[in-house]
Protein backbone atom coordinates (compact mmCIF):
# COMPACT_ATOMS: atom_id res chain seq x y z
CA UNK A 1 0.00 0.00 0.00
CA UNK A 2 2.07 3.29 -1.14
CA UNK A 3 -0.12 6.29 -1.29
CA UNK A 4 1.48 10.20 -1.95
CA UNK A 5 3.73 10.59 1.43
CA UNK A 6 6.99 8.64 2.24
CA UNK A 7 4.99 5.74 3.82
CA UNK A 8 6.37 2.80 5.14
CA UNK A 9 9.51 1.75 7.14
CA UNK A 10 13.00 1.51 9.04
CA UNK A 11 16.61 0.27 10.01
CA UNK A 12 19.65 -1.62 8.46
CA UNK A 13 23.48 -2.32 8.85
CA UNK A 14 25.81 -4.08 6.94
CA UNK A 15 25.25 -7.75 8.86
CA UNK A 16 22.23 -9.97 6.83
CA UNK A 17 21.19 -10.94 10.19
CA UNK A 18 18.63 -8.26 12.00
CA UNK A 19 17.54 -8.12 15.23
CA UNK A 20 13.95 -6.57 16.48
CA UNK A 21 14.21 -3.85 19.54
CA UNK A 22 11.48 -2.04 21.65
CA UNK A 23 11.57 1.28 22.73
CA UNK A 24 10.75 1.21 26.20
CA UNK A 25 8.07 3.60 25.66
CA UNK A 26 6.70 1.71 22.86
CA UNK A 27 5.06 -0.42 25.60
CA UNK A 28 3.46 1.23 28.87
CA UNK A 29 0.16 0.38 29.48
CA UNK A 30 -0.09 3.29 32.48
CA UNK A 31 0.02 5.94 29.56
CA UNK A 32 -3.35 4.13 27.97
CA UNK A 33 -5.32 4.31 30.99
CA UNK A 34 -3.94 7.85 31.98
CA UNK A 35 -5.09 8.66 28.49
CA UNK A 36 -8.26 7.39 29.02
CA UNK A 37 -9.47 9.38 32.28
CA UNK A 38 -8.43 12.71 30.64
CA UNK A 39 -10.35 14.07 27.96
CA UNK A 40 -8.84 14.10 24.22
CA UNK A 41 -6.39 17.29 23.89
CA UNK A 42 -9.10 19.60 21.89
CA UNK A 43 -9.24 20.09 18.44
CA UNK A 44 -11.47 23.17 18.37
CA UNK A 45 -9.23 26.26 19.03
CA UNK A 46 -10.85 28.15 16.12
CA UNK A 47 -9.68 31.45 17.81
CA UNK A 48 -6.20 30.47 16.17
CA UNK A 49 -4.79 30.77 13.18
CA UNK A 50 -2.43 28.04 12.99
CA UNK A 51 -0.66 28.98 9.79
CA UNK A 52 0.04 32.97 10.80
CA UNK A 53 3.35 31.67 12.09
CA UNK A 54 4.21 31.24 8.48
CA UNK A 55 1.74 33.48 5.99
CA UNK A 56 1.14 36.44 8.50
CA UNK A 57 -1.88 38.25 6.38
CA UNK A 58 -3.84 35.51 5.19
CA UNK A 59 -6.49 35.87 6.86
CA UNK A 60 -9.03 32.95 7.50
CA UNK A 61 -11.03 33.19 5.12
CA UNK A 62 -8.73 32.79 1.94
CA UNK A 63 -6.41 30.24 3.82
CA UNK A 64 -9.76 27.60 4.19
CA UNK A 65 -10.41 27.57 0.46
CA UNK A 66 -8.64 25.33 -1.63
CA UNK A 67 -7.89 27.42 -4.21
CA UNK A 68 -5.23 29.29 -2.27
CA UNK A 69 -4.19 26.07 -0.64
CA UNK A 70 -3.67 24.76 -4.07
CA UNK A 71 -1.82 27.97 -5.52
CA UNK A 72 0.54 28.21 -2.76
CA UNK A 73 0.90 24.41 -2.68
CA UNK A 74 4.84 23.69 -2.60
CA UNK A 75 6.33 20.90 -5.42
CA UNK A 76 9.27 21.82 -7.13
CA UNK A 77 13.26 21.77 -4.91
CA UNK A 78 13.04 24.92 -5.68
CA UNK A 79 10.13 26.45 -4.44
CA UNK A 80 10.77 24.38 -1.05
CA UNK A 81 13.96 25.86 -0.40
CA UNK A 82 12.93 28.91 -1.09
CA UNK A 83 10.67 28.03 1.38
CA UNK A 84 12.57 26.62 4.07
CA UNK A 85 14.88 29.85 3.72
CA UNK A 86 11.81 32.08 5.20
CA UNK A 87 10.47 29.32 8.22
CA UNK A 88 13.64 27.65 9.46
CA UNK A 89 15.70 29.47 12.12
CA UNK A 90 19.96 30.02 11.50
CA UNK A 91 20.46 27.19 13.68
CA UNK A 92 18.07 24.31 14.79
CA UNK A 93 18.39 20.91 17.34
CA UNK A 94 20.39 18.33 15.99
CA UNK A 95 18.27 14.99 15.36
CA UNK A 96 19.46 12.99 18.20
CA UNK A 97 17.44 12.70 21.27
CA UNK A 98 19.24 14.50 23.92
CA UNK A 99 20.26 17.15 21.05
CA UNK A 100 17.84 19.52 22.44
CA UNK A 101 19.05 18.86 26.34
CA UNK A 102 22.75 19.35 25.33
CA UNK A 103 22.67 22.18 23.36
CA UNK A 104 23.78 21.10 19.70
CA UNK A 105 22.88 22.90 16.87
CA UNK A 106 23.18 22.00 13.44
CA UNK A 107 23.02 25.28 10.55
CA UNK A 108 20.42 26.08 7.97
CA UNK A 109 22.87 25.59 5.27
CA UNK A 110 23.48 22.08 6.19
CA UNK A 111 19.60 21.33 7.15
CA UNK A 112 18.86 22.95 3.80
CA UNK A 113 21.71 20.54 1.95
CA UNK A 114 20.20 17.64 3.26
CA UNK A 115 16.88 18.11 2.28
CA UNK A 116 17.91 19.03 -0.86
CA UNK A 117 19.80 16.14 -1.44
CA UNK A 118 17.48 13.66 0.15
CA UNK A 119 14.86 14.94 -2.36
CA UNK A 120 17.32 13.73 -5.02
CA UNK A 121 17.33 10.35 -4.09
CA UNK A 122 13.43 10.04 -2.91
CA UNK A 123 11.36 7.65 -4.84
CA UNK A 124 8.65 10.08 -4.87
CA UNK A 125 7.56 13.39 -6.09
CA UNK A 126 7.27 16.06 -2.65
CA UNK A 127 3.54 18.11 -2.71
CA UNK A 128 3.22 19.91 0.36
CA UNK A 129 -0.10 21.80 1.29
CA UNK A 130 0.11 25.00 3.43
CA UNK A 131 -1.93 23.32 5.60
CA UNK A 132 0.74 20.68 6.15
CA UNK A 133 3.45 23.39 6.00
CA UNK A 134 1.93 25.12 9.04
CA UNK A 135 1.39 22.28 11.35
CA UNK A 136 5.28 21.55 11.00
CA UNK A 137 7.33 22.64 13.92
CA UNK A 138 10.34 24.74 11.90
CA UNK A 139 11.60 25.54 15.22
CA UNK A 140 12.65 21.73 15.19
CA UNK A 141 12.06 20.49 12.39
CA UNK A 142 14.56 17.11 12.93
CA UNK A 143 12.40 15.83 15.58
CA UNK A 144 8.71 16.87 14.03
CA UNK A 145 6.63 14.08 13.06
CA UNK A 146 4.86 15.57 10.28
CA UNK A 147 8.45 16.56 8.30
CA UNK A 148 9.33 13.14 9.02
CA UNK A 149 6.50 11.65 6.86
CA UNK A 150 6.67 14.13 3.85
CA UNK A 151 10.25 15.29 3.92
CA UNK A 152 13.14 12.59 3.04
CA UNK A 153 16.27 13.64 4.39
CA UNK A 154 19.74 12.61 3.08
CA UNK A 155 21.66 11.62 6.22
CA UNK A 156 18.62 9.49 7.27
CA UNK A 157 18.35 7.49 3.80
CA UNK A 158 19.19 3.39 4.40
CA UNK A 159 19.89 1.42 2.28
CA UNK A 160 16.97 -0.74 1.08
CA UNK A 161 16.48 -4.31 1.95
CA UNK A 162 18.66 -7.03 0.81
CA UNK A 163 14.95 -9.20 0.40
CA UNK A 164 13.13 -6.12 -1.62
CA UNK A 165 11.77 -6.96 -5.07
CA UNK A 166 10.21 -3.81 -7.67
CA UNK A 167 7.13 -5.07 -7.56
CA UNK A 168 6.89 -6.08 -3.63
CA UNK A 169 3.35 -6.91 -3.18
CA UNK A 170 2.95 -8.83 -6.77
CA UNK A 171 0.57 -6.64 -7.98
CA UNK A 172 1.65 -7.11 -11.52
CA UNK A 173 1.14 -10.90 -11.15
CA UNK A 174 -2.67 -10.37 -9.97
CA UNK A 175 -3.41 -7.61 -13.00
CA UNK A 176 -6.19 -9.25 -15.49
CA UNK A 177 -6.07 -6.30 -17.32
CA UNK A 178 -3.76 -2.62 -16.90
CA UNK A 179 -5.01 -0.84 -14.08
CA UNK A 180 -6.95 -3.43 -12.27
CA UNK A 181 -5.28 -5.51 -9.50
CA UNK A 182 -7.29 -9.29 -8.81
CA UNK A 183 -6.07 -11.04 -5.30
CA UNK A 184 -8.56 -11.25 -2.78
CA UNK A 185 -11.34 -13.56 -4.90
CA UNK A 186 -14.32 -10.73 -3.70
CA UNK A 187 -12.55 -7.63 -3.92
CA UNK A 188 -10.23 -5.80 -6.50
CA UNK A 189 -8.43 -2.84 -6.74
CA UNK A 190 -9.13 0.07 -9.35
CA UNK A 191 -5.57 1.81 -9.31
CA UNK A 192 -5.66 3.78 -12.96
CA UNK A 193 -6.79 7.34 -11.31
CA UNK A 194 -3.77 9.35 -11.21
CA UNK A 195 -3.87 12.77 -13.53
CA UNK A 196 -5.63 11.75 -16.41
CA UNK A 197 -6.36 14.94 -18.33
CA UNK A 198 -8.49 16.30 -21.21
CA UNK A 199 -5.83 14.61 -23.68
CA UNK A 200 -5.61 11.56 -21.92
CA UNK A 201 -9.25 11.44 -21.36
CA UNK A 202 -9.78 9.10 -24.48
CA UNK A 203 -7.10 6.61 -23.56
CA UNK A 204 -7.92 6.88 -19.85
CA UNK A 205 -11.83 6.17 -20.50
CA UNK A 206 -10.35 2.62 -22.83
CA UNK A 207 -8.77 1.43 -19.87
CA UNK A 208 -11.51 1.92 -17.27
CA UNK A 209 -13.82 0.64 -19.83
CA UNK A 210 -11.79 -2.69 -20.02
CA UNK A 211 -11.70 -2.68 -16.54
CA UNK A 212 -15.59 -2.42 -15.78
CA UNK A 213 -16.10 -4.57 -18.28
CA UNK A 214 -13.73 -7.66 -16.14
CA UNK A 215 -15.61 -6.48 -12.90
CA UNK A 216 -19.08 -6.82 -15.06
CA UNK A 217 -17.81 -9.99 -16.31
CA UNK A 218 -16.85 -11.72 -12.75
CA UNK A 219 -19.70 -11.91 -10.25
CA UNK A 220 -17.69 -12.69 -7.65
CA UNK A 221 -16.45 -9.07 -7.18
CA UNK A 222 -18.27 -6.89 -4.58
CA UNK A 223 -15.82 -4.92 -3.68
CA UNK A 224 -13.53 -2.15 -5.35
CA UNK A 225 -11.22 0.06 -3.73
CA UNK A 226 -10.55 2.70 -6.21
CA UNK A 227 -7.39 4.05 -5.86
CA UNK A 228 -4.03 4.63 -8.24
CA UNK A 229 -2.40 8.25 -6.94
CA UNK A 230 -5.22 10.10 -5.03
CA UNK A 231 -8.59 10.43 -5.82
CA UNK A 232 -8.36 13.94 -4.56
CA UNK A 233 -6.88 14.87 -7.61
CA UNK A 234 -9.94 13.27 -10.00
CA UNK A 235 -11.92 15.17 -11.92
CA UNK A 236 -15.47 15.36 -10.72
CA UNK A 237 -16.78 14.28 -13.46
CA UNK A 238 -14.63 11.06 -13.75
CA UNK A 239 -15.34 10.30 -10.25
CA UNK A 240 -18.64 10.56 -10.91
CA UNK A 241 -18.46 8.49 -14.19
CA UNK A 242 -16.38 6.02 -12.05
CA UNK A 243 -18.58 6.13 -9.25
CA UNK A 244 -21.90 5.84 -11.78
CA UNK A 245 -20.93 2.90 -13.39
CA UNK A 246 -19.53 0.70 -10.76
CA UNK A 247 -22.91 1.30 -8.95
CA UNK A 248 -24.57 0.14 -12.00
CA UNK A 249 -22.79 -3.25 -11.59
CA UNK A 250 -25.33 -5.28 -9.91
CA UNK A 251 -22.84 -7.78 -7.86
CA UNK A 252 -21.14 -4.27 -6.85
CA UNK A 253 -22.02 -3.53 -3.25
CA UNK A 254 -19.23 -1.58 -1.78
CA UNK A 255 -16.83 0.71 -3.05
CA UNK A 256 -14.42 3.63 -1.39
CA UNK A 257 -12.30 5.72 -2.58
CA UNK A 258 -8.56 5.95 -1.00
CA UNK A 259 -7.24 9.62 -0.30
CA UNK A 260 -5.16 11.53 1.65
CA UNK A 261 -7.07 14.67 0.84
CA UNK A 262 -8.60 14.97 3.89
CA UNK A 263 -5.34 14.89 5.88
CA UNK A 264 -3.29 16.99 3.75
CA UNK A 265 -6.27 19.84 2.94
CA UNK A 266 -8.84 19.07 4.27
CA UNK A 267 -10.41 23.04 3.78
CA UNK A 268 -11.68 21.55 0.48
CA UNK A 269 -14.67 19.53 2.37
CA UNK A 270 -15.59 22.48 3.85
CA UNK A 271 -16.86 23.96 1.06
CA UNK A 272 -20.41 23.58 0.12
CA UNK A 273 -19.92 24.64 -3.44
CA UNK A 274 -17.00 22.62 -4.27
CA UNK A 275 -17.67 20.13 -7.20
CA UNK A 276 -15.41 17.33 -5.75
CA UNK A 277 -17.06 16.98 -2.61
CA UNK A 278 -20.60 17.78 -4.01
CA UNK A 279 -19.88 14.84 -6.72
CA UNK A 280 -18.82 12.52 -3.95
CA UNK A 281 -21.46 13.03 -1.60
CA UNK A 282 -24.11 12.46 -4.75
CA UNK A 283 -22.10 9.10 -5.26
CA UNK A 284 -22.71 8.24 -2.08
CA UNK A 285 -26.14 9.35 -1.26
CA UNK A 286 -26.91 7.21 -4.81
CA UNK A 287 -24.76 4.02 -3.22
CA UNK A 288 -27.36 4.70 -0.25
CA UNK A 289 -30.44 4.82 -2.01
CA UNK A 290 -29.57 1.32 -3.68
CA UNK A 291 -28.34 0.13 -0.72
CA UNK A 292 -24.64 -0.16 -1.42
CA UNK A 293 -22.01 1.70 0.63
CA UNK A 294 -20.03 4.11 -0.45
CA UNK A 295 -16.91 5.17 1.76
CA UNK A 296 -13.58 7.50 2.04
CA UNK A 297 -10.56 5.71 3.24
CA UNK A 298 -8.23 8.40 4.33
CA UNK A 299 -4.77 8.18 5.41
CA UNK A 300 -3.52 9.89 9.22
CA UNK A 301 -0.51 9.32 10.61
CA UNK A 302 0.01 11.62 13.56
CA UNK A 303 -2.35 13.68 15.46
CA UNK A 304 -0.67 16.67 14.79
CA UNK A 305 -2.18 16.54 11.33
CA UNK A 306 -5.35 17.00 13.01
CA UNK A 307 -6.53 20.71 13.78
CA UNK A 308 -9.83 22.34 14.37
CA UNK A 309 -10.22 22.64 10.37
CA UNK A 310 -9.52 18.97 10.32
CA UNK A 311 -12.53 18.82 12.44
CA UNK A 312 -14.86 21.01 10.72
CA UNK A 313 -14.23 18.85 7.39
CA UNK A 314 -14.92 15.85 9.43
CA UNK A 315 -18.39 16.75 10.74
CA UNK A 316 -18.85 18.12 7.21
CA UNK A 317 -18.53 14.65 5.77
CA UNK A 318 -20.59 13.33 8.93
CA UNK A 319 -23.42 15.59 8.61
CA UNK A 320 -24.01 15.08 4.56
CA UNK A 321 -23.90 10.83 5.20
CA UNK A 322 -20.44 10.22 4.27
CA UNK A 323 -18.54 7.18 5.84
CA UNK A 324 -14.97 7.88 6.66
CA UNK A 325 -12.20 5.08 7.57
CA UNK A 326 -8.81 5.83 7.99
CA UNK A 327 -5.68 3.97 7.34
CA UNK A 328 -2.42 4.48 9.23
CA UNK A 329 0.97 3.27 8.22
CA UNK A 330 3.31 2.05 11.43
CA UNK A 331 6.38 4.70 11.04
CA UNK A 332 9.48 4.82 12.82
CA UNK A 333 10.08 8.21 14.84
CA UNK A 334 6.56 9.17 13.82
CA UNK A 335 4.07 6.93 15.44
CA UNK A 336 5.75 4.06 16.78
CA UNK A 337 5.01 4.45 20.64
CA UNK A 338 2.15 3.42 22.51
CA UNK A 339 0.62 7.17 23.62
CA UNK A 340 1.01 8.06 20.06
CA UNK A 341 -0.59 5.65 18.34
CA UNK A 342 -4.18 5.90 21.28
CA UNK A 343 -3.86 9.78 21.04
CA UNK A 344 -4.00 9.22 17.10
CA UNK A 345 -6.97 6.73 17.28
CA UNK A 346 -8.75 8.65 19.88
CA UNK A 347 -8.97 11.76 17.92
CA UNK A 348 -9.98 10.24 14.12
CA UNK A 349 -13.09 8.23 16.55
CA UNK A 350 -14.03 11.74 17.95
CA UNK A 351 -14.03 13.24 14.47
CA UNK A 352 -16.34 9.85 13.38
CA UNK A 353 -13.29 8.49 11.30
CA UNK A 354 -12.86 4.99 11.64
CA UNK A 355 -9.78 4.05 12.59
CA UNK A 356 -9.79 0.78 10.19
CA UNK A 357 -6.06 -0.68 9.38
CA UNK A 358 -2.29 0.01 11.17
CA UNK A 359 -0.82 -1.43 8.59
CA UNK A 360 3.48 -2.41 8.88
CA UNK A 361 6.05 -0.70 6.38
CA UNK A 362 5.46 -2.03 3.01
CA UNK A 363 9.25 -3.45 1.87
CA UNK A 364 8.97 -0.46 -1.20
CA UNK A 365 12.17 1.36 -2.41
CA UNK A 366 13.75 4.54 -0.80
CA UNK A 367 11.61 4.49 2.90
CA UNK A 368 13.62 2.06 4.89
CA UNK A 369 14.47 4.34 7.97
CA UNK A 370 10.80 4.62 8.72
CA UNK A 371 10.06 0.77 8.52
CA UNK A 372 9.25 -0.58 11.82
CA UNK A 373 9.83 -4.16 13.31
CA UNK A 374 6.58 -7.18 13.64
CA UNK A 375 8.14 -7.03 17.42
CA UNK A 376 6.97 -2.88 17.73
CA UNK A 377 3.65 -3.40 15.90
CA UNK A 378 2.89 -6.70 18.41
CA UNK A 379 3.78 -4.66 21.45
CA UNK A 380 1.78 -1.66 20.55
CA UNK A 381 -1.08 -3.61 19.50
CA UNK A 382 -1.64 -5.56 22.82
CA UNK A 383 -0.88 -2.21 24.76
CA UNK A 384 -3.85 -0.71 22.92
CA UNK A 385 -6.35 -3.24 23.35
CA UNK A 386 -8.85 -3.00 26.17
CA UNK A 387 -7.83 0.63 26.91
CA UNK A 388 -9.80 1.75 23.69
CA UNK A 389 -13.22 0.71 22.57
CA UNK A 390 -13.05 -2.47 20.38
CA UNK A 391 -15.52 -0.57 17.80
CA UNK A 392 -12.97 2.12 17.60
CA UNK A 393 -9.41 -0.45 17.38
CA UNK A 394 -7.86 -0.58 14.19
CA UNK A 395 -6.93 -3.60 12.76
CA UNK A 396 -2.77 -4.05 13.11
CA UNK A 397 -1.95 -5.81 9.68
CA UNK A 398 1.06 -6.28 6.86
CA UNK A 399 0.39 -6.90 3.50
CA UNK A 400 2.63 -9.34 2.69
CA UNK A 401 5.38 -9.25 0.11
CA UNK A 402 4.73 -11.57 -3.04
CA UNK A 403 1.24 -11.26 -2.92
CA UNK A 404 -0.51 -12.47 -0.26
CA UNK A 405 -2.51 -9.44 1.06
CA UNK A 406 -3.25 -8.29 4.22
CA UNK A 407 -2.86 -10.68 7.18
CA UNK A 408 -3.53 -9.70 11.16
CA UNK A 409 0.11 -9.63 12.80
CA UNK A 410 -0.85 -11.96 15.23
CA UNK A 411 -1.43 -14.75 12.34
CA UNK A 412 2.54 -15.37 11.29
CA UNK A 413 3.54 -19.00 11.10
CA UNK A 414 6.91 -17.98 12.79
CA UNK A 415 8.74 -15.24 13.66
CA UNK A 416 12.34 -15.02 14.45
CA UNK A 417 12.99 -11.95 16.45
CA UNK A 418 16.54 -12.43 16.34
CA UNK A 419 17.47 -12.61 12.61
CA UNK A 420 13.89 -10.45 12.17
CA UNK A 421 12.43 -13.06 9.67
CA UNK A 422 8.72 -13.71 9.72
CA UNK A 423 6.73 -16.53 7.87
CA UNK A 424 3.13 -16.18 6.86
CA UNK A 425 0.15 -18.18 4.71
CA UNK A 426 -2.45 -16.82 3.47
CA UNK A 427 -5.00 -19.98 2.50
CA UNK A 428 -8.37 -17.95 1.51
CA UNK A 429 -5.86 -16.18 -1.31
CA UNK A 430 -2.76 -18.44 -2.41
CA UNK A 431 -3.91 -21.82 -0.29
CA UNK A 432 -0.69 -23.37 1.21
CA UNK A 433 1.93 -20.95 -0.31
CA UNK A 434 4.68 -19.60 2.33
CA UNK A 435 5.84 -15.49 2.38
CA UNK A 436 8.02 -13.90 4.55
CA UNK A 437 8.21 -10.47 5.91
CA UNK A 438 11.48 -8.99 6.69
CA UNK A 439 12.20 -6.92 9.61
CA UNK A 440 14.49 -3.50 9.16
CA UNK A 441 18.12 -4.43 9.85
CA UNK A 442 19.39 -3.12 12.67
CA UNK A 443 22.34 0.00 12.04
CA UNK A 444 24.90 0.41 14.44
Same mark, same amino acid.
Request: hydrophobic content about 35%; glycine content about 6%; overall charge neutral.
Given at each position: ?123 ? +??? /?? *??? &??? %? ?8 ? !?? @? ?81 ? +??? /?? *??? &??? %? ?8 ? !?? @? ?102 ? !? ?86
Amino acid at each position: MAFLFRQSLRRTRNSITSKSTISSSTHKCITIASLAKSPAPSTTSKTTPYWQHIWKNVDQSEFLTYRWQTRNTVERPEKLLDFLKTVVPERIPDAVKSAKEDGRLITREAFLEDVYNGMAKAPM +SVR /LT *PHV &LSV %INWQEPLQDP !VL @RQFLPLKSRILPDHPELTLDSLHEEGDSPVPGLVHRYPDKVLFLDTESVTKHSLKPARRRWDAMFEYIEQNPAVQDVVVSGGD +SYY /LD *PTH &LTR %IGHRLLAIPH !VK @RFRFATKGLAVCPMRMTDPNDAWVNAFVEVSDRGREMGKEVAMHTHFNHPNEITWVTEMAARALFQRGVRVRNQTVLLSGVNDTTPTMALLIRKLSDLMIQPYY !VYLGDMVKGVEDLRTSLATALHIEQDLIGGIAGFNMPKFVVDLPGGGGKRPITSYEHYDRETGVSTWKAPAVTGEKIFQYHDPIERD
